[in-house]
């Protein structure tokens, strides 16, 4: 049966050393939510600051232009003709040319309105004052004419008004005009860039109150407002007359029969010219016809910019609030709101949604920035910058858990099964309720948890990684990735430099196999040293000075010293002896280990030349790792080494181990190449890492190497006798010399003679030494060796 998540959380909350968590510090103990609240002010501020741009926005009519830019683009989309109960009767070019006069005279005119009451006109309205004297006699007719059909002309005017530091002085028709005719305003105020138009259905003069023109020919006789025209009624559909025509009687009675008529101006010269968004240039006079056709449908009522503000209020606030990063309630207003314009035209509600759509535009800037931050990009979860606060956190422990083989996952996975997985984990994690936030960096989690006693914190830990791998391997069927945690316990530092300390700390024990890594001060202190030991190894190899010293490799049989094992024995700048296992795994994990090797292999010839001319059998031993042999070019560099030196190739061996295993397919030709040019070949440390069986069949050696912790062990464990004894009889029934290390008795190498081992080496023997000592000892021919 495969547990599930919740169950292997469950055996969490019994990992040994939970419960001696040290108590958190009173200052500290809000530290574990940082993260989340972190991302709260955040959000809050900008939520704030988007709020509040969008009211003064509104305040100062910031974005007036756009707005009626998208009003215009609304009326385009609802155009429609405009009904014909009104028409225009204009002044054009024609009329001037025909009439050949500037304007036609106050006598034209009076004859105009005598056609039009003929012809059965309901009202005429007058897009002109009147307000200066002509002749006597065309203003003595136009006044008779006013006499005679009074109540049915209206004359324009124009109250004083203010606009910024400039007044504008009323308009108003000649006095014994105003006794026969009615008035109606002509002020209209035009948006700036005159993308939009603003009239008042009235206006005020010395406490008597006036129609606008746009109410006079709608009959309008409701409360005083202002209003916007709807652009939606196409002003080219507006029935049009030449005023020549009209006064002419070339238009027939029924097309102006029961109508109300206003007279304008649309000469090519004329001042009153206004442009009409994606219409173009329009005379003034057509502009209170469609002002008035807007009265007639409906009074249209301005809601302003507050329910939008609100809308917009609300999503802002929903996500503010919310626990996910999801955008969905910012794009349902930026959608939203647009789109509900369309039909609130339609019954006559306006609403202003630029102040709302800036301060949307403003918090989801911030928010974008906010998630780009603090968010992480693969999945749902906070990046450790949202914990990252710059302060020291002495009550918590902070850990990173990296997951081997996550980016070979990812390619095969989708993003959301990706997603799945590290929420998964996230999940696992913050199950027992003691964790707090979670973070997601690249291929590590981050957190934060109560502090612990060291012992019970590698208790903690340890148990940790095996649940973590127990739930990868069977929820998500990958036994191949493998959590590595890093813990950091520098509880001085600010968290931001602990948590990049926890995740070298995961790196480098998913790097060296290990389920975790606590960064104390020993790991720290480790650290440093093997830091140190990279600077030394690099100054050594850019010197190309490597000490070596030689181990003798006596002949059990005869006592006589038959080779001996190059080691690395160095004092650099003259200090203490460097660790020569430090050492070489210090050059494994910057990969240069082959460059290692050739400094030492050279040192090693030069010094074997003289072992060689006391002894032509002499065999010269150097390390080498069995990886290397797949790589040509070191091979190659080897023996142009050998050729360049004058070292006979058949006095070389290559003592060989590794701990990873070996693909055959890469190590057979570098083999075959070594054998045909004598190189000897020898298994090191048999029966350790992965020099086992399996390494006598893949390398064709002449020799193997019992390792030195078996033959130790000889004298006191029948395992280890029983081991050395079978290797031996293996390994000469294959026809291989067999060799033991770490001889240090005389007890040991009487063992080993009676099992019939053919050489031995160790501290019984001689330690390592210089090739000057080894010479004097080859003079003697024979180890003699003290019981």
């Given at each position: 049966?495969?547990?599930?998540?919740?169950?292997?959380?469950g055996?969490?909350?019994?990992?040994?050393?939970?419960?001696?968590?040290?108590?958190?510090?009173?200052?500290?103990?809000?530290?574990l939510?940082?993260?989340?609240?972190?991302?709260?002010?955040?959000?809050?501020?900008?939520?704030?600051?988007a709020?509040?741009?969008?009211?003064?926005?509104?305040?100062?009519?910031?974005?007036?232009?756009?707005?009626?830019?998208?009003?215009?683009?609304?009326?385009?989309?609802?155009?429609?003709?405009?009904?014909?109960?009104?028409?225009?009767?204009?002044?054009?070019?024609?009329?001037?040319?025909?009439?050949?006069?500037?304007?036609?005279?106050?006598?034209?005119?009076?004859?105009?309105?005598?056609?039009?009451?003929?012809?059965?006109?309901?009202?005429?309205?007058?897009?002109?004052?009147?307000?200066?004297?002509?002749?006597?006699?065309?203003?003595?007719?136009?006044?008779?004419?006013?006499?005679?059909?009074?109540?049915?002309?209206?004359?324009?005017?124009?109250?004083?008004?203010?606009?910024?530091?400039?007044?504008i002085?009323?308009?108003?028709?000649?006095?014994?005009?105003?006794?026969?005719?009615?008035?109606?305003?002509?002020?209209?105020?035009?948006?700036?860039?005159?993308?939009?138009?603003?009239?008042?259905?009235?206006?005020?003069?010395d406490?008597?109150?006036?129609p606008?023109?746009?109410?006079?020919?709608?009959?309008?006789?409701?409360?005083?407002?202002?209003?916007?025209?709807?652009?939606?009624?196409?002003?080219?559909t507006?029935?049009?007359?030449?005023?020549?025509?009209?006064?002419?009687?070339?238009?027939?009675a029924?097309?102006?029969?029961?109508?109300?008529?206003?007279?304008?101006?649309?000469?090519?010269?004329?001042?009153?010219?206004?442009?009409?968004?994606?219409?173009?240039?329009?005379?003034?006079?057509?502009?209170?016809?469609?002002?008035?056709?807007?009265?007639?449908?409906?009074?249209?009522?301005?809601?302003?910019?507050?329910?939008?503000?609100?809308?917009?209020?609300?999503?802002?606030?929903?996500?503010?609030?919310?626990?996910?990063?999801?955008?969905?309630?910012?794009?349902?207003?930026?959608?939203?709101?647009?789109?509900?314009?369309?039909?609130?035209?339609?019954?006559?509600?306006?609403?202003?949604?630029?102040?709302?759509?800036?301060?949307?535009?403003?918090?989801?800037?911030?928010?974008?920035?906010?998630?780009?931050?603090?968010?992480?990009?693969?999945?749902?979860?906070?990046?450790?910058?949202?914990?990252?606060?710059?302060?020291?956190?002495?009550?918590?422990?902070?850990?990173?858990l990296?997951i081997?083989?996550?980016?070979?996952?990812s390619?095969?996975?989708?993003?959301?099964?990706?997603?799945?997985?590290?929420?998964?984990?996230?999940?696992?994690?913050?199950?027992?309720?003691?964790?707090?936030?979670?973070?997601?960096?690249?291929?590590?989690?981050?957190?934060?948890?109560?502090?612990?006693?060291?012992?019970?914190?590698?208790?903690?830990?340890?148990g940790?990684?095996?649940?973590?791998?127990?739930?990868?391997?069977?929820?998500?069927?990958?036994?191949?990735?493998?959590?590595?945690?890093?813990?950091d316990?520098?509880?001085?530092?600010?968290?931001?430099?602990?948590?990049?300390?926890?995740?070298?700390?995961a790196?480098?024990?998913?790097?060296?196999?290990?389920?975790?890594?606590?960064?104390?001060?020993?790991?720290?202190?480790?650290?440093?040293?093997?830091?140190?030991?990279?600077?030394?190894?690099?100054?050594g190899?850019?010197?190309?000075?490597?000490?070596?010293?030689y181990?003798?490799?006596?002949?059990?049989?005869?006592?006589?010293?038959?080779?001996?094992?190059?080691?690395?024995?160095?004092?650099?700048?003259?200090?203490?002896?460097?660790?020569?296992?430090?050492?070489?795994?210090?050059?494994?994990?910057?990969?240069?280990?082959?460059?290692?090797?050739?400094?030492v292999?050279?040192?090693?010839?030069?010094?074997?030349?003289?072992?060689?001319?006391?002894?032509?059998g002499?065999?010269?031993?150097?390390?080498?790792?069995?990886?290397s042999?797949?790589?040509?070019?070191?091979?190659?560099?080897?023996?142009?080494?050998?050729?360049?030196?004058?070292?006979?190739?058949?006095?070389?061996?290559?003592?060989?181990?590794?701990?990873?295993?070996?693909?055959?397919?890469?190590?057979?030709?570098?083999?075959?190449?070594?054998?045909?040019?004598?190189?000897?070949?020898?298994?090191?440390?048999?029966?350790?890492?992965?020099?086992?069986?399996?390494?006598?069949?893949?390398?064709?050696?002449?020799?193997?190497?019992?390792?030195?912790?078996?033959?130790?062990?000889?004298?006191?464990?029948?395992?280890?006798?029983?081991?050395?004894?079978?290797?031996?009889?293996?390994?000469?029934?294959?026809?291989?010399?067999?060799?033991?290390?770490?001889?240090?008795?005389?007890?040991?190498?009487?063992?080993?003679?009676?099992?019939?081992?053919?050489?031995?080496?160790?501290?019984?023997?001689?330690?390592?030494?210089?090739?000057?000592?080894?010479?004097?000892?080859?003079?003697?021919?024979?180890?003699?060796?003290?019981?």
């Amino acid at each position: 049966m495969t547990p599930s998540l919740a169950s292997l959380a469950g055996l969490l909350r019994r990992i040994p050393g939970r419960a001696e968590k040290l108590a958190p510090e009173p200052p500290e103990e809000n530290v574990l939510q940082s993260g989340e609240a972190l991302l709260r002010r955040k959000r809050n501020k900008v939520a704030i600051f988007a709020i509040l741009f969008g009211l003064v926005s509104a305040a100062i009519d910031l974005p007036l232009p756009a707005e009626d830019a998208y009003r215009a683009v609304r009326a385009q989309l609802r155009s429609r003709p405009a009904p014909p109960d009104i028409v225009m009767v204009t002044v054009d070019d024609a009329t001037l040319n025909e009439l050949g006069k500037e304007l036609p005279s106050r006598s034209d005119d009076s004859a105009l309105v005598d056609r039009l009451v003929a012809a059965g006109v309901d009202k005429i309205v007058f897009d002109r004052a009147h307000a200066d004297p002509e002749t006597p006699a065309s203003d003595a007719t136009f006044e008779r004419m006013l006499e005679r059909h009074k109540g049915k002309v209206w004359l324009g005017m124009t109250p004083s008004y203010q606009i910024k530091f400039q007044k504008i002085d009323r308009i108003l028709p000649l006095e014994r005009f105003r006794q026969h005719a009615a008035m109606a305003s002509m002020t209209g105020f035009a948006s700036p860039f005159s993308l939009s138009v603003v009239f008042p259905t009235s206006v005020d003069i010395d406490g008597t109150t006036y129609p606008s023109i746009s109410a006079a020919l709608a009959g309008y006789d409701g409360s005083s407002l202002r209003y916007r025209p709807d652009f939606a009624f196409n002003p080219w559909t507006i029935p049009t007359y030449s005023y020549v025509d009209v006064l002419k009687g070339r238009v027939p009675a029924s097309k102006l029969r029961g109508r109300s008529v206003i007279i304008g101006r649309s000469f090519f010269e004329s001042s009153d010219f206004l442009v009409m968004p994606l219409k173009g240039r329009v005379p003034g006079s057509y502009f209170h016809v469609i002002g008035a056709q807007t009265l007639k449908s409906g009074v249209p009522t301005d809601l302003y910019w507050f329910p939008a503000m609100l809308i917009v209020v609300m999503a802002i606030g929903s996500y503010t609030l919310g626990r996910s990063r999801s955008a969905r309630p910012l794009w349902f207003a930026a959608v939203g709101l647009p789109l509900l314009a369309f039909p609130l035209d339609e019954v006559r509600f306006n609403i202003d949604i630029m102040p709302a759509m800036l301060a949307l535009g403003f918090a989801g800037i911030g928010f974008h920035r906010i998630a780009k931050k603090y968010y992480s990009s693969d999945v749902d979860a906070m990046t450790t910058s949202a914990l990252s606060l710059d302060k020291g956190s002495a009550a918590l422990d902070v850990y990173a858990l990296r997951i081997a083989n996550l980016a070979e996952m990812s390619e095969e996975w989708s993003p959301r099964e990706l997603g799945e997985f590290v929420n998964s984990l996230i999940t696992y994690i913050k199950g027992p309720g003691e964790a707090g936030d979670v973070a997601f960096e690249r291929d590590s989690l981050v957190w934060l948890a109560p502090r612990m006693d060291k012992v019970s914190l590698e208790r903690h830990a340890d148990g940790l990684a095996l649940m973590l791998k127990t739930a990868i391997s069977y929820d998500w069927q990958s036994a191949s990735s493998t959590p590595a945690i890093g813990i950091d316990t520098n509880y001085s530092l600010p968290l931001g430099q602990r948590i990049k300390k926890a995740m070298q700390a995961a790196d480098e024990a998913a790097n060296r196999g290990v389920r975790f890594i606590i960064n104390d001060a020993a790991y720290v202190e480790a650290r440093n040293y093997r830091l140190e030991i990279m600077r030394v190894l690099e100054k050594g190899l850019r010197e190309r000075k490597i000490g070596v010293a030689y181990q003798p490799k006596i002949d059990l049989a005869t006592g006589r010293i038959v080779g001996a094992e190059t080691l690395i024995r160095w004092k650099p700048d003259g200090q203490d002896f460097v660790n020569p296992q430090e050492l070489v795994l210090a050059a494994e994990a910057s990969d240069r280990i082959n460059e290692l090797t050739m400094i030492v292999m050279e040192a090693a010839l030069v010094d074997g030349r003289e072992a060689i001319a006391l002894d032509p059998g002499f065999k010269l031993a150097i390390n080498m790792s069995a990886k290397s042999l797949s790589d040509t070019h070191l091979l190659f560099d080897m023996m142009t080494m050998l050729g360049r030196i004058g070292f006979p190739a058949e006095n070389l061996t290559l003592e060989l181990t590794e701990t990873a295993k070996l693909e055959d397919k890469l190590i057979a030709p570098q083999i075959s190449a070594l054998n045909a040019r004598g190189i000897g070949l020898s298994i090191d440390d048999f029966g350790t890492g992965q020099s086992n069986l399996e390494y006598l069949e893949k390398l064709p050696s002449s020799e193997l190497k019992i390792d030195k912790k078996f033959v130790q062990h000889m004298a006191t464990s029948e395992e280890s006798h029983a081991v050395v004894r079978a290797t031996i009889e293996i390994a000469h029934s294959l026809g291989k010399v067999v060799v033991a290390e770490g001889v240090e008795t005389e007890a040991v190498a009487d063992q080993l003679r009676a099992m019939g081992c053919d050489q031995a080496q160790g501290f019984l023997f001689s330690q390592a030494i210089a090739m000057p000592e080894l010479l004097i000892m080859m003079g003697g021919k024979r180890i003699v060796v003290n019981a």
